[in-house]
């Protein structure tokens, strides 16, 4: 059983920052990736970036330079930093695991999903 919480939205201005959690309770953690994702309204849900099991960290264009993502093992967390912030940033922000070493970025691939977070630049 798999289970994600994620935390930590809200509204910012632009050029703000925020930063989102993912907790993750699952009995292997270390068997399973974890996304990052994001769904805008009337949009698809599009990938933002990926932890893969070896630490290997992957990330969208759209977020480069201005996210970070990182994770805590001790506290079973993973973090989304999100730097200077863009109205066109807004959406909700999920994140989600699949039992496989590489994550890739394709949503389809992921079995498990948190509730998601909003976020909200203006």
């Known amino acids: 059983h798999v289970q994600l919480v994620e935390s930590g939205g809200g509204s910012v201005q632009a050029g703000g920052s925020l930063r989102l959690s993912c907790a993750v309770s699952v009995s292997s953690a270390n068997d399973y990736c974890l996304g990052w994702f994001r769904q805008a309204s009337g949009k698809e849900r599009e990938w933002v970036g990926s932890l893969d099991r070896d630490g290997r960290i992957n990330y969208a264009d759209s977020v480069k330079g201005r996210f970070t993502i990182s994770q805590d093992n001790a506290k079973n967390t993973v973090y989304l930093q999100m730097n200077s912030l863009k109205p066109e940033d807004t959406a909700v922000y999920y994140c989600?695991?699949?039992?496989?070493?590489?994550?890739?970025?394709?949503?389809?691939?992921?079995?498990?999903w948190g509730q998601g977070t909003q976020v909200t630049v203006s």
């Open positions: 989600a695991a699949r039992r496989s070493w590489v994550c890739g970025s394709d949503a389809a691939d992921f079995p498990y």
